[in-house]
């Protein structure tokens, strides 16, 4: 079955470091995200990215946050320079086409900024 | 803004119903998710509705009233590897399918 993958999936950083998360999507989706989950916290949305594209953005990706699809398989999202409240659950997920399907999650990237 | 309530977390015994309940008000509509999330992994798809009523799959149905904002996930023969939290999302974006979801219920299943 295909599946979304992700790596690292520990990170450990020291703060104000850069970090990449890379994600895999599912190989003929369209439609790219990337979530977070602090502990013991809801799931937030980040980022959609269609098209090349940002689609749209939380406001907790701000400017210190990026991402980028540099060949036709990766998605990743770059934090510039970690903070400690950056520490959680990043969760990459994608989508075959639009919103009435489900979108597939990977098994995420724990983030620890020290 | 954008409200997704859900209990924080419910008890059920093995081989019993349980019902998880979930209010939204969101900006837009278009579609309401349900998944599961075991401790420390990630989201699994459940069930999707997005027309009024009841959808069913296996030990699992969903319930949804746009009009009242609610949403339910009835869970049948509880197992114990059911205990997970299930979180409740909306797809509030259209087409770019843009999830906001609820903080979640954690359900513990005892023997």
């Known amino acids: 079955e295909p599946e979304v993958t992700q790596t690292p999936s520990h990170q450990v950083t020291q703060m104000g470091q850069e970090v990449i998360l890379r994600c895999v999507p599912i190989?003929?989706?369209?439609?790219f995200y990337w979530y977070r989950q602090i502990l013991g916290q809801k799931v937030e949305f980040l980022v959609s990215?269609?098209?090349?594209?940002?689609?749209?953005k939380s406001e907790i990706f701000d400017d210190q946050f990026s991402v980028e699809r540099p060949d036709g398989s990766n998605f990743t999202l770059k934090i510039r320079s970690t903070k400690l409240e950056d520490s959680a659950m990043y969760f990459c997920?994608?989508?075959?086409?639009?919103?009435?399907?489900?979108?597939?999650f990977g098994q995420g990237t724990r983030l620890t900024v020290v | 803004g954008q409200n997704i309530d859900q209990p924080t977390e419910m008890t059920a015994t093995e081989g019993a119903i349980v019902q998880i309940n979930c209010t939204y008000q969101t900006s837009g509509f278009n579609g309401l998710f349900w998944y599961q999330q075991h401790a420390g992994e990630a989201p699994t798809f459940l069930s999707y509705n997005v027309l009024d009523g009841l959808e069913e799959k296996g030990r699992f149905s969903s319930f949804l009233s746009r009009s009242k904002g609610y949403s339910y996930l009835l869970l049948k023969e509880l197992q114990m590897k059911d205990s997970a939290s299930y979180l409740c999302a909306v797809n509030y974006g259209g087409s770019q399918g843009n999830l906001i979801f609820g903080k979640g219920t954690k359900l513990s299943v005892k023997p």
């Open positions: 990215f269609y098209n090349n594209e940002i689609s749209e």
């Open positions: 997920a994608s989508r075959g086409r639009g919103g009435d399907t489900e979108a597939f």
């Open positions: 190989s003929n989706h369209l439609y």
